[in-house]
């Protein structure tokens, strides 16, 4: 089974940046739906973004203009950009098979915490 780890979280001020990386294992990387999900304390785990196999994308309401999504499938490693940071977007930040979530599937990395300071 391909196993996703994720690097790159950190503490930083509102407003700033930072970009995740999420690097995995497996021949079938390049054909996949990668999938970027966040879980604050309390609360569900929720999708914030997403890339197609051919770069297509999508964010949630609430990143939407903030975070951009890319892929370096010669490296199987998707990162996430994201700018102009909010103390809400504070969480633990995980990668997936996006497939595989939907189906129930999915096995968890550790992720990578985000720490955004007012």
């Known amino acids: 089974q391909v196993q996703f780890v994720e690097s790159g979280g950190g503490l930083v001020q509102a407003g700033g940046s930072l970009r995740l990386s999420c690097t995995a294992s497996?021949?079938?990387?390049?054909?996949?739906?990668i999938g970027w999900y966040r879980q604050a304390p309390g609360n569900q785990r929720e999708l914030v973004a997403r890339?197609?196999?051919?770069?297509?994308?999508y964010f949630s309401d609430s990143v939407k203009g903030r975070f951009t999504v890319s892929r370096d499938n010669a490296k199987n490693t998707v990162y996430l950009q994201m700018n102009s940071l909010k103390p809400e977007d504070t969480a633990v930040y995980y990668c997936?098979?996006?497939?595989?979530?939907?189906?129930?599937?999915?096995?968890w990395g550790q992720g990578t915490q985000v720490t955004v300071s007012s």
């Open positions: 997936n098979n996006d497939v595989r979530v939907v189906a129930g599937l999915a096995s």
């Open positions: 497996g021949s079938t990387f390049s054909s996949a739906f």
């Open positions: 890339i197609t196999s051919s770069g297509g994308s």
